[in-house]
Each structure stands twice: as C-alpha cells, then as structure tokens.
C-alpha cells in the first residue's frame, strides 16, 4: 500500500518538520553558546562572565535561525 498525501496535507508535514528543525536549532544554539562561555570561565577562571555572554549570544543566534526559519527575516531582507 502507498501512502499518498494531499497537496495540504504535505504541506502541513513540511511546514511541522521546518518548525521542530528550528526549535532544535535555537536548543542547540542556547546549550553550545552556554558550554563554551563555560569552558572559557574555566581556561580563564572568569566565572560567570564568560559563561552568560556565551549564553546571551547562543539566545540571540537562536531567535535569529527561528525568524530566519519563519521567513520574517533572512533571505535577502
């Protein structure tokens, strides 16, 4: 049996499977600015400094990649 969807129903699937790329995307851009502001508080004993501005730019690299990734910003704006 083949499993054959609509026109709106890929559509949905599609639009579904771009929303959780984004929302792994903004996690991993939290969690990978996060784990390098801490190692840089630990190579330099800056604590916590290092570790917040990590954090900071990984949020904003993530809200960034989730506009991009619902088209209000990005791709020649």
Do not use: C, E, H
């Amino acid at each position: 049996m083949a499993w054959r969807l609509g026109r709106d129903r890929g559509q949905a699937v599609t639009s579904l499977a771009n929303l959780s790329s984004a929302g792994l995307a903004f996690g991993m851009a939290v969690i990978l600015g996060a784990a390098l502001g801490y190692g840089i508080d630990r190579l330099l004993g800056t604590s916590p400094f290092g570790f917040l501005l990590g954090f900071l730019l990984g949020l904003v690299a993530g809200v960034l990649n989730v506009f991009r990734a619902a088209g209000v910003w990005g791709k020649g704006n």
